[in-house]
């Protein structure tokens, strides 16, 4: 079984883009600190969001800072650099995806109010929006809520 499991911030914003079969990948490289002090290191990784969830409203708040806890399954790919050597980078094709840490401030996506939090949503399978909280009614969520 191959499942990585990464925390870490955007180095920028998602983007979309479409196979040449009309499938949608929202990618974005994230940054994993590791270690600490003088021997702190990131390692980049790219991430891959792929079908209905690289289309749904969860890639707006995919922004550069974002904190965000991914799983999927991890690969190695190889490039050929600038000055002619084989260069090397991880992937991930995203499993399950929470965004962590959250935004404070009125120009958060999603129209939070200044001192309300965005973030701490999560994203899991195929599933395109979280169950409505007990006792509320089905259609406690509107429609444009993207999860």
């Given at each position: ?26 990618s974005f490289p994230l940054a994993v600190k590791s270690g600490w002090g003088e021997r702190e290191k990131t390692l980049w990784v ?66 939070a109010q200044d001192g309300e939090a965005v973030g701490n949503h999560a994203m899991s399978g195929s599933e395109g929006q979280k ?17």
């Open positions: 079984m191959n499942l990585a499991v990464f925390t870490g911030n955007l180095g920028r914003a998602a983007e979309t883009r479409y196979t040449p079969s009309g499938t949608a990948v929202a790219r991430c891959n969001l792929w079908g209905k969830r690289a289309e749904g409203g969860v890639v707006q708040h995919l922004v550069k800072g974002q904190q965000v806890a991914v799983s999927g399954e991890l690969s190695v790919s190889e490039f050929d650099k600038r000055d002619g050597t084989r260069g090397f980078a991880l992937e991930l094709n995203i499993r399950d995806l929470d965004l962590v840490g959250g935004q404070r401030c009125s120009d958060a996506p999603g129209g169950p409505a909280p007990a006792g509320d009614s089905a259609d406690f969520f509107d429609d444009d809520i993207p999860f």
